[in-house]
């Protein structure tokens, strides 16, 4: 399974960024589909995560302001990112686990004015 992640780029503080990740198979076979991010000299954290019933879970940083929604038709995880924050900066990776775990590529995320 491969994961695609696009949808990065420059955004100014307040303004908005759109992310999705498109995986090779269906995604109805994963248990949960999730961005984490990754700030210079950060560990990896995880941002949002949706399940297979669409449960989903955000950090406390980004409550209000992402939003993340898993689409069956396109196979696609998408985050939906608003009033974006400097501290939103950071390299984005797409997450997919059905009991072994699969990675997209990074994708870079700058929030700057």
């Known amino acids: 399974v491969q994961l695609q992640a696009s949808g990065g780029g420059l955004a100014q503080p307040g303004g908005s960024l759109s992310l999705s990740c498109a995986a090779s198979?269906?995604?109805?076979?994963?248990?949960?589909m999730g961005w984490y991010r990754q700030a210079p000299e950060n560990q990896r954290q995880l941002v949002a995560r949706?399940?297979?019933?669409?449960?989903?879970y955000y950090a406390d940083s980004v409550k209000g302001r992402f939003t993340i929604s898993r689409d069956g038709a396109k196979n696609t995880v998408n985050l939906q990112m608003n009033n974006l924050k400097p501290e939103d900066t950071a390299v984005y990776y797409c997450?997919?686990?059905?009991?072994?775990?699969?990675w997209g590529q990074g994708t870079l995320v700058t929030v700057s004015s």
């Open positions: 997450h997919a686990s059905r009991g072994i775990d699969y």
């Open positions: 198979r269906g995604i109805f076979t994963f248990k949960v």
């Open positions: 949706v399940t297979a019933g669409r449960d989903t």
